[in-house]
């Protein structure tokens, strides 16, 4: 039973900075490869980011690129999203994710997340 729990979102300026977090349990968190994605209101989700299983392979859609970065901690059984110089357009709900499959094959948009959590809202103010 897949169980994830987003925290640290909020209220924060353009140019500002939050990091996201993820506990997961109910599964063996090292086997999977872990994600986030994005869903603002009116708008189609959005998958950001995804990290193998050991950590070391991480990929990002080019809107975060070079301004998120995705971490994980299987010891801790956690997943991070650090969001740097964050803009107005990042407004969303932002949800943790597990992949049932590789992340190079969601990198390639042919794999989605099959299960998140209830997610955290983030707004970035002009």
């Known amino acids: 039973q897949f169980q994830l729990v987003e925290s640290g979102g909020g209220l924060v300026q353009a140019g500002g900075s939050l990091r996201l977090s993820c506990a997961a349990s109910g599964f063996r968190v090292e086997l999977y490869a872990l994600g986030w994605f994005r869903q603002a209101p009116g708008k189609e989700r959005e998958g950001l980011s995804c990290?193998?299983?050991?950590?070391?392979?991480?990929h990002y859609t080019d809107s975060v690129k070079g301004r998120f970065t995705i971490s994980r901690d299987n010891a801790k059984k956690m997943v991070y999203l650090q969001m740097n110089s964050l803009k107005p357009e990042d407004t969303a709900m932002y949800y943790c994710?597990?992949?049932?499959?590789?992340?190079?094959?969601?990198?390639?948009?042919?794999?989605?997340?099959?299960?998140w959590g209830q997610g955290t809202q983030v707004t970035v103010s002009s």
């Open positions: 990290i193998n299983t050991s950590g070391r392979n991480t």
């Open positions: 994710a597990v992949l049932e499959s590789y992340c190079s094959i969601w990198a390639e948009g042919k794999a989605d997340f099959d299960h």
